[in-house]
Protein backbone atom coordinates (compact mmCIF):
# COMPACT_ATOMS: atom_id res chain seq x y z
CA UNK A 1 0.00 0.00 0.00
CA UNK A 2 1.52 3.37 -1.02
CA UNK A 3 2.20 6.13 1.24
CA UNK A 4 -1.06 8.67 1.81
CA UNK A 5 -0.54 11.86 -0.68
CA UNK A 6 -0.02 15.21 1.42
CA UNK A 7 1.68 18.78 0.15
CA UNK A 8 1.87 22.24 1.03
CA UNK A 9 0.90 23.79 -1.66
CA UNK A 10 -0.91 22.39 -4.88
CA UNK A 11 -1.60 25.04 -8.03
CA UNK A 12 -3.97 23.70 -10.13
CA UNK A 13 -4.01 25.84 -13.81
CA UNK A 14 -7.67 25.75 -14.98
CA UNK A 15 -10.40 24.84 -12.54
CA UNK A 16 -12.99 23.19 -14.55
CA UNK A 17 -14.15 19.74 -15.12
CA UNK A 18 -11.08 18.03 -14.40
CA UNK A 19 -9.19 20.91 -12.34
CA UNK A 20 -11.93 22.06 -10.29
CA UNK A 21 -12.77 18.04 -9.69
CA UNK A 22 -9.25 17.51 -8.71
CA UNK A 23 -9.62 20.55 -5.95
CA UNK A 24 -12.60 19.09 -4.62
CA UNK A 25 -10.98 15.52 -4.13
CA UNK A 26 -7.94 16.57 -2.47
CA UNK A 27 -9.96 19.12 -0.02
CA UNK A 28 -12.48 15.81 1.01
CA UNK A 29 -9.61 14.01 1.30
CA UNK A 30 -7.39 16.70 3.31
CA UNK A 31 -4.26 15.82 0.87
CA UNK A 32 -3.28 19.91 0.79
CA UNK A 33 -2.36 22.76 3.13
CA UNK A 34 -3.18 25.49 0.34
CA UNK A 35 -4.76 24.99 -3.09
CA UNK A 36 -3.88 28.08 -5.58
CA UNK A 37 -6.10 28.60 -8.58
CA UNK A 38 -5.46 29.97 -11.74
CA UNK A 39 -8.64 30.91 -14.09
CA UNK A 40 -8.46 32.54 -17.29
CA UNK A 41 -10.69 35.49 -16.48
CA UNK A 42 -10.87 38.07 -13.89
CA UNK A 43 -14.43 37.57 -13.85
CA UNK A 44 -14.05 34.27 -13.03
CA UNK A 45 -12.53 34.61 -9.59
CA UNK A 46 -15.59 35.34 -7.43
CA UNK A 47 -17.32 32.56 -8.97
CA UNK A 48 -14.37 29.54 -7.85
CA UNK A 49 -14.06 31.49 -4.49
CA UNK A 50 -17.50 31.01 -3.77
CA UNK A 51 -17.52 27.11 -5.24
CA UNK A 52 -14.93 26.60 -2.61
CA UNK A 53 -12.09 25.58 -5.71
CA UNK A 54 -9.23 27.18 -4.22
CA UNK A 55 -7.72 29.19 -1.32
CA UNK A 56 -6.72 31.45 -3.29
CA UNK A 57 -7.14 32.45 -7.30
CA UNK A 58 -5.64 34.33 -9.44
CA UNK A 59 -5.42 35.19 -13.55
CA UNK A 60 -1.39 34.75 -13.30
CA UNK A 61 0.17 31.06 -14.03
CA UNK A 62 3.13 32.51 -12.30
CA UNK A 63 1.38 33.94 -8.74
CA UNK A 64 -0.25 30.50 -9.32
CA UNK A 65 2.88 28.69 -9.42
CA UNK A 66 5.46 30.42 -7.46
CA UNK A 67 5.62 28.22 -4.37
CA UNK A 68 3.84 24.97 -5.48
CA UNK A 69 5.21 22.22 -4.75
CA UNK A 70 3.16 20.64 -7.46
CA UNK A 71 1.58 21.88 -10.82
CA UNK A 72 -1.27 20.49 -12.30
CA UNK A 73 -1.87 21.70 -15.80
CA UNK A 74 -5.18 21.30 -16.53
CA UNK A 75 -6.34 23.46 -19.83
CA UNK A 76 -6.91 22.21 -23.16
CA UNK A 77 -4.21 20.65 -25.05
CA UNK A 78 -3.13 23.19 -27.42
CA UNK A 79 -2.51 25.37 -24.40
CA UNK A 80 -0.17 23.22 -22.22
CA UNK A 81 2.47 24.57 -23.76
CA UNK A 82 2.14 28.25 -22.76
CA UNK A 83 1.52 27.94 -19.83
CA UNK A 84 4.62 26.43 -19.16
CA UNK A 85 6.15 28.81 -20.52
CA UNK A 86 4.57 31.21 -18.24
CA UNK A 87 5.73 29.64 -14.95
CA UNK A 88 9.18 28.39 -15.93
CA UNK A 89 10.81 31.43 -14.16
CA UNK A 90 8.89 30.71 -10.71
CA UNK A 91 9.29 27.40 -10.53
CA UNK A 92 10.88 25.99 -7.50
CA UNK A 93 14.33 23.62 -7.79
CA UNK A 94 12.01 20.48 -6.79
CA UNK A 95 8.73 21.85 -8.10
CA UNK A 96 6.97 19.34 -10.09
CA UNK A 97 4.52 19.81 -12.93
CA UNK A 98 2.21 17.33 -14.50
CA UNK A 99 -0.77 17.71 -16.84
CA UNK A 100 -4.57 15.84 -17.16
CA UNK A 101 -4.43 16.23 -20.99
CA UNK A 102 -6.23 13.86 -23.62
CA UNK A 103 -3.32 13.72 -25.68
CA UNK A 104 0.36 13.12 -24.54
CA UNK A 105 3.02 12.54 -27.71
CA UNK A 106 2.02 16.63 -28.24
CA UNK A 107 2.06 17.90 -24.93
CA UNK A 108 4.91 16.47 -24.21
CA UNK A 109 6.56 17.85 -27.50
CA UNK A 110 5.60 21.08 -26.46
CA UNK A 111 6.14 21.20 -22.69
CA UNK A 112 9.78 19.98 -23.55
CA UNK A 113 10.43 22.84 -25.26
CA UNK A 114 8.86 25.48 -22.84
CA UNK A 115 10.82 24.26 -19.79
CA UNK A 116 14.46 24.17 -18.87
CA UNK A 117 16.49 20.54 -19.04
CA UNK A 118 15.93 20.33 -15.33
CA UNK A 119 12.54 20.99 -15.18
CA UNK A 120 11.49 19.19 -17.95
CA UNK A 121 12.81 15.68 -16.10
CA UNK A 122 10.54 17.03 -12.97
CA UNK A 123 7.10 17.20 -15.70
CA UNK A 124 5.20 14.02 -15.29
CA UNK A 125 2.70 13.58 -18.65
CA UNK A 126 -1.05 12.21 -17.02
CA UNK A 127 -4.35 11.61 -17.92
CA UNK A 128 -7.24 10.54 -15.93
CA UNK A 129 -9.80 8.40 -17.97
CA UNK A 130 -12.88 10.07 -16.25
CA UNK A 131 -15.39 13.43 -17.14
CA UNK A 132 -18.66 14.34 -18.20
CA UNK A 133 -19.81 16.29 -21.50
CA UNK A 134 -19.66 19.65 -19.03
CA UNK A 135 -17.16 22.63 -18.78
CA UNK A 136 -16.67 25.45 -17.22
CA UNK A 137 -16.21 26.40 -13.32
CA UNK A 138 -19.71 24.94 -12.32
CA UNK A 139 -18.57 21.45 -14.08
CA UNK A 140 -16.66 20.14 -11.37
CA UNK A 141 -18.07 16.99 -9.32
CA UNK A 142 -16.96 15.34 -6.25
CA UNK A 143 -15.89 12.16 -6.25
CA UNK A 144 -14.93 11.91 -10.58
CA UNK A 145 -12.04 9.96 -10.12
CA UNK A 146 -13.35 7.68 -7.35
CA UNK A 147 -12.10 4.13 -9.24
CA UNK A 148 -11.40 5.08 -12.38
CA UNK A 149 -7.82 4.87 -14.16
CA UNK A 150 -5.49 7.41 -14.37
CA UNK A 151 -2.58 6.99 -16.97
CA UNK A 152 1.22 8.08 -16.19
CA UNK A 153 3.02 8.21 -19.51
CA UNK A 154 6.98 9.33 -18.52
CA UNK A 155 9.54 9.46 -20.33
CA UNK A 156 12.93 7.74 -19.88
CA UNK A 157 14.59 10.96 -18.23
CA UNK A 158 11.72 11.89 -16.21
CA UNK A 159 12.54 11.66 -12.11
CA UNK A 160 11.51 8.44 -10.98
CA UNK A 161 10.34 10.22 -7.46
CA UNK A 162 8.55 13.02 -9.30
CA UNK A 163 6.52 10.03 -11.27
CA UNK A 164 6.05 8.32 -7.71
CA UNK A 165 4.95 11.36 -6.20
CA UNK A 166 1.99 12.12 -8.84
CA UNK A 167 1.10 8.35 -8.66
CA UNK A 168 0.47 8.92 -5.24
CA UNK A 169 -1.67 11.95 -5.47
CA UNK A 170 -4.14 10.05 -8.13
CA UNK A 171 -4.69 7.40 -5.71
CA UNK A 172 -4.78 9.33 -2.67
CA UNK A 173 -8.29 10.61 -4.48
CA UNK A 174 -9.20 7.33 -5.42
CA UNK A 175 -7.81 6.54 -9.09
CA UNK A 176 -6.64 3.18 -9.99
CA UNK A 177 -2.68 4.43 -11.75
CA UNK A 178 -1.42 2.48 -14.43
CA UNK A 179 2.16 3.98 -16.44
CA UNK A 180 1.53 3.54 -20.32
CA UNK A 181 3.94 4.82 -23.45
CA UNK A 182 2.81 7.98 -24.55
CA UNK A 183 2.56 6.92 -28.38
CA UNK A 184 0.87 4.06 -27.07
CA UNK A 185 -1.84 6.26 -25.29
CA UNK A 186 -2.71 8.40 -28.01
CA UNK A 187 -3.70 5.24 -29.93
CA UNK A 188 -5.28 3.76 -27.33
CA UNK A 189 -7.38 6.72 -26.05
CA UNK A 190 -7.40 7.45 -29.98
CA UNK A 191 -10.07 4.43 -30.23
CA UNK A 192 -11.81 4.31 -27.35
CA UNK A 193 -12.11 8.28 -26.44
CA UNK A 194 -11.55 10.39 -29.47
CA UNK A 195 -13.14 8.48 -32.08
CA UNK A 196 -16.61 8.33 -29.97
CA UNK A 197 -16.53 11.62 -29.72
CA UNK A 198 -15.80 12.05 -33.83
CA UNK A 199 -18.93 9.43 -34.25
CA UNK A 200 -21.23 10.90 -32.11
CA UNK A 201 -20.80 14.72 -33.19
CA UNK A 202 -21.22 13.51 -37.18
CA UNK A 203 -24.37 11.61 -36.19
CA UNK A 204 -25.85 14.01 -34.71
CA UNK A 205 -25.08 16.50 -37.18
CA UNK A 206 -26.06 14.47 -39.82
CA UNK A 207 -29.73 14.28 -38.02
CA UNK A 208 -29.70 17.63 -37.69
CA UNK A 209 -29.48 17.97 -41.18
CA UNK A 210 -32.36 15.91 -42.15
CA UNK A 211 -35.51 17.87 -43.17
CA UNK A 212 -37.56 15.55 -40.65
CA UNK A 213 -34.97 16.24 -37.79
CA UNK A 214 -37.69 17.86 -35.35
CA UNK A 215 -39.82 14.90 -35.53
CA UNK A 216 -36.97 11.94 -35.59
CA UNK A 217 -35.45 13.76 -32.65
CA UNK A 218 -38.75 13.77 -30.95
CA UNK A 219 -38.93 9.83 -31.47
CA UNK A 220 -35.53 9.11 -30.16
CA UNK A 221 -35.55 6.70 -27.57
CA UNK A 222 -32.30 5.44 -24.52
CA UNK A 223 -30.34 4.30 -27.06
CA UNK A 224 -29.89 7.28 -28.88
CA UNK A 225 -29.30 9.28 -25.63
CA UNK A 226 -26.69 7.15 -24.78
CA UNK A 227 -24.55 6.99 -27.53
CA UNK A 228 -24.98 10.76 -28.96
CA UNK A 229 -24.52 11.92 -24.67
CA UNK A 230 -20.82 13.19 -25.53
CA UNK A 231 -21.83 15.41 -28.38
CA UNK A 232 -23.19 17.27 -25.93
CA UNK A 233 -18.91 17.86 -24.68
CA UNK A 234 -17.43 21.79 -25.60
CA UNK A 235 -17.01 21.62 -29.33
CA UNK A 236 -13.84 23.78 -29.51
CA UNK A 237 -12.36 21.63 -26.83
CA UNK A 238 -12.81 18.69 -28.64
CA UNK A 239 -11.70 20.06 -32.66
CA UNK A 240 -7.89 21.05 -30.68
CA UNK A 241 -7.94 17.33 -29.10
CA UNK A 242 -8.94 16.17 -32.53
CA UNK A 243 -5.93 18.02 -34.41
CA UNK A 244 -3.84 17.24 -31.91
CA UNK A 245 -3.94 13.31 -31.85
CA UNK A 246 -5.03 13.88 -35.37
CA UNK A 247 -2.60 10.62 -37.31
CA UNK A 248 -4.09 8.29 -34.14
CA UNK A 249 -7.79 9.56 -34.70
CA UNK A 250 -6.97 8.84 -38.54
CA UNK A 251 -6.24 5.65 -38.00
CA UNK A 252 -8.71 4.62 -35.83
CA UNK A 253 -11.14 6.04 -38.36
CA UNK A 254 -10.44 4.18 -41.24
CA UNK A 255 -10.69 1.10 -39.61
CA UNK A 256 -13.95 2.25 -38.40
CA UNK A 257 -14.76 3.28 -41.97
CA UNK A 258 -13.79 -0.27 -43.29
CA UNK A 259 -15.83 -1.68 -40.91
CA UNK A 260 -18.76 0.27 -41.82
CA UNK A 261 -18.46 -0.13 -45.61
CA UNK A 262 -18.38 -4.12 -45.27
CA UNK A 263 -21.66 -3.62 -43.52
CA UNK A 264 -22.74 -1.20 -45.90
CA UNK A 265 -21.75 -4.02 -49.09
CA UNK A 266 -23.44 -6.99 -47.14
CA UNK A 267 -26.67 -4.63 -46.56
CA UNK A 268 -26.86 -4.65 -49.66
CA UNK A 269 -26.26 -7.74 -50.82
CA UNK A 270 -28.50 -9.34 -48.43
CA UNK A 271 -25.74 -10.90 -46.54
CA UNK A 272 -27.86 -12.08 -43.29
CA UNK A 273 -25.18 -14.31 -41.76
CA UNK A 274 -22.52 -11.43 -42.26
CA UNK A 275 -24.06 -8.43 -40.88
CA UNK A 276 -25.15 -11.03 -37.50
CA UNK A 277 -21.20 -12.10 -37.42
CA UNK A 278 -20.22 -8.50 -36.82
CA UNK A 279 -23.13 -7.63 -34.65
CA UNK A 280 -22.24 -10.99 -32.58
CA UNK A 281 -18.62 -10.17 -32.69
CA UNK A 282 -19.60 -6.80 -31.19
CA UNK A 283 -21.67 -8.25 -28.18
CA UNK A 284 -19.75 -10.56 -27.25
CA UNK A 285 -16.78 -8.07 -27.10
CA UNK A 286 -19.41 -5.54 -25.26
CA UNK A 287 -20.04 -8.11 -23.20
CA UNK A 288 -16.71 -8.81 -21.75
CA UNK A 289 -15.69 -5.05 -21.37
CA UNK A 290 -18.78 -4.63 -19.31
CA UNK A 291 -17.94 -7.91 -17.17
CA UNK A 292 -14.56 -6.97 -16.48
CA UNK A 293 -15.73 -3.59 -15.03
CA UNK A 294 -18.41 -4.99 -12.85
CA UNK A 295 -16.22 -7.41 -11.62
CA UNK A 296 -13.34 -4.20 -11.09
CA UNK A 297 -16.33 -2.57 -9.47
CA UNK A 298 -16.86 -5.10 -6.62
CA UNK A 299 -13.38 -5.50 -5.83
CA UNK A 300 -13.36 -1.86 -4.82
Not at 38 to 61: N, Q, Y
Not at 68 to 97: F, K, T
Not at 191 to 197: G, N, Q, V
Not at 223 to 238: E, V
Request: glycine letters at 8%; one cysteine or more; hydrophobic letters at 45%.
Amino acid sequence: MSERFAARRIAIIGLGLIGGSLARALRRHAAVDEIVGCVHHTSDIPLARELGLADRVTTSVAQAAAGAEIVVVAVGVDAIGAVCSQMRDVLGADAIVTDVGSTKTSVITDVRAALSTQQFRRFVPGHPISGTENSGLRASVDGLFEGKRTLITPLPETCDSAVRRVEQLWRTIGACVTRMQPTHHDKVLAATSHLPHLLAFALVDTLAEMAQRTEIFSYAAGGFSDFTRIASSDPALWTRIMRANGDAVLAALDSYMATLHNLRQALQNHEDGTITASFTRAKQARDEFANRAGTQRNKK
